[in-house]
């Protein structure tokens, strides 16, 4: 695998080296490089659901955690 932080179409943990299923999806905005409403994803374990948020969190970044499940049947329930 030569691109560990690809999240697109895929359902495995974003975090780096770590090759588990995803059960999160950490929804983010970098207000320097996005519009207000535009949502970046992260997939998230369970072990690194909490790092993930974390480093999200400290920059001002995170807007949401939701379930991948959840996550899901939001995007395609329309
Ligand atoms: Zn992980």
Same mark, same amino acid.
């Given at each position: 695998? !030569? #691109? @560990? !932080?690809?999240?697109? !179409?895929?359902?495995? $943990?974003?975090?780096?080296? $770590? ?10 905005? !970098? @207000?320097?490089?996005?519009? @207000? ?7 998230? $374990? =369970? =072990?690194?659901?909490?790092?993930? #948020? ?14 991948? =499940?959840?996550? =899901?049947? #939001?995007?395609?329930?329309?």
């Amino acid at each position: 695998m !030569n #691109s @560990p !932080n690809s999240t697109e !179409n895929l359902t495995i $943990c974003s975090a780096k080296g $770590c090759r588990a299923d995803a059960v999160w999806v950490l929804a983010w905005n !970098n @207000p320097k490089l996005h519009t @207000p409403d535009r949502r970046k994803t992260w997939l998230a $374990c =369970e =072990e690194h659901r909490e790092h993930l #948020s974390q480093f999200l969190g400290v920059r001002g970044f995170l807007k949401d955690v939701v379930a991948l =499940e959840e996550w =899901e049947a #939001s995007a395609s329930g329309r």
